[in-house]
């Protein structure tokens, strides 16, 4: 390979074939198996839109329901996982807990048999019921408290949410919490899916797949930019300050948290789903100064930055839902894993059908023929 074939990021180099999910940046166009997803925020649930990624259909009432039934009868943590998380830190970071226990449940759940369909499908069945109990749990703990049960007569985002408040949610926002897992579920070869399928490739446990993933997906450059969005907001104070702090940042080119994506040359499709929903909880419950605050920093950056492609990102409203539920910040990248966690799958199992180790090269710059130096010439 010459040095004019390296791509800082591979950015633009193909890493997999897949029929998983497509992107379309020109146009804002996001499909799932070729559904499209303003189709599935609509009119589909996490879970259905759950096994049309992994399985690679829409599942029947009878397969949905069993699906679900599964999910729901394997909720619950073991004990020890527990009791490992109420060693971590307080102080920890809910992704680092996160990570630890999804890496954890690999020690449970150890028999990889990777060609059997009920290994696999149990392991997708577990990750998918226990990710989003760890979460909750891990936010009791860290106050002290032990954590909260799961409830079996409970749909999957009422039951997190449930988990997180210790109090039945309001359908209203169950129904909009469910339509941002549905949004956050599936995004092409984004950083932490090809972590994902990287992990995937050396054959190893579904477990210590999403663990890498997770991993991922926790940086500020990915997954961690909704935490970011929150923190913008905070430090612009007021809806009369948008302006000079808009023209600050852009003066010294500094990057606004939520606006602009590497794919999206257009406003991101999730992001106007998203801001519409945003619309309906105002209109239901009122406004906020965030929220006023947000709308106004589009207006501003569509008119300074329009014309470069820089609009509001999937990160950008879903922030804002999120603290309008009550939940923490540092809980928003954690909430987009127990989404991602279904895309994650079905990559892994595309990748697992036509498996080839990643192995790719480097271009090495630096030095040759350098003499070893002895101890005392240092």
């Known amino acids: 390979m010459a040095v004019c074939d390296y791509q800082p990021g591979l950015e633009g180099i193909p890493a997999a074939q897949s029929q998983v999910s497509y992107v ?38 009878e397969e949905l329901a069993a699906f679900e039934h599964e999910i729901t009868y394997h909720r619950r943590v073991k004990y020890r996982i527990r009791d490992m998380m109420k060693c971590f ?25 990777l060609q059997d ?12 019921a226990k990710i989003p109990t760890m979460v909750a749990a891990f936010q009791h703990i860290r106050k ?15 039951n997190f949410l449930y988990m997180l408040n210790e109090q039945q949610p309001d359908p209203f926002f169950a129904r909009i919490f469910d339509v941002c897992l549905i949004l956050h579920a599936e995004h092409t070869m984004n950083a932490s899916t090809f972590s994902a399928r990287v992990t995937a490739s050396t054959l190893t446990d579904p477990y210590a797949i999403v663990a890498s ?37 852009i003066a010294r080119k500094a990057k606004f948290m939520g606006f602009g994506h590497r794919v999206y040359k257009v406003k991101d499709p999730r992001a106007t789903i998203l ?23 589009e207006t501003v950056l569509a ?5 470069k492609g820089i609009y509001p990102n999937v990160d950008f409203y879903s ?60």
Do not use: C
């Open 24 to 61: 379309n940046g020109q146009e804002g166009v996001l499909e799932y198996r070729g559904v499209a997803i303003e189709e599935l925020a609509d009119r589909s649930s996490f879970l259905e839109t759950s096994y049309l990624l992994i399985w690679g259909q829409l599942p029947t009432a």
């Open 89 to 113: 830190p307080e102080s920890g970071h809910p992704m680092d807990a996160l990570q630890a226990s999804a890496a954890a449940l690999g020690l449970f759940y150890s028999r990889r048999n």
């Open 117 to 128: 369909p009920a290994y696999i499908r149990a392991a997708v069945v577990r990750l998918l």
């Open 144 to 158: 002290g408290n032990d954590p909260v049960p799961p409830r079996d007569d409970l749909s999957y985002a009422d």
């Open 213 to 249: 993933a997770v991993g991922t997906l926790g940086g500020p450059l990915h997954g961690g930019a909704n935490e970011e969005v929150i923190a913008m907001l905070e430090e612009i104070g007021s809806v009369e300050k948008v302006v000079p702090f808009v023209d600050e940042r």
């Open 275 to 297: 801001q519409k929903l945003v619309d309906e909880m105002v209109a239901r419950y009122g406004s906020d100064r965030y929220y006023d605050i947000a709308r106004e920093l």
């Open 303 to 307: 008119d300074r930055l329009g014309d």
């Open 319 to 378: 922030g804002l839902i999120y603290r309008r539920f009550g939940i923490p910040t540092d809980l928003f990248t954690p909430i987009f894993a127990i989404s991602r966690v279904s895309g994650w799958l079905a990559h892994w199992k595309e990748q697992l059908e036509t498996n080839r180790i990643y192995r790719p090269t480097q271009i090495y710059v630096g030095q040759h023929h350098q003499p070893f130096i002895p101890m005392e010439k240092r």
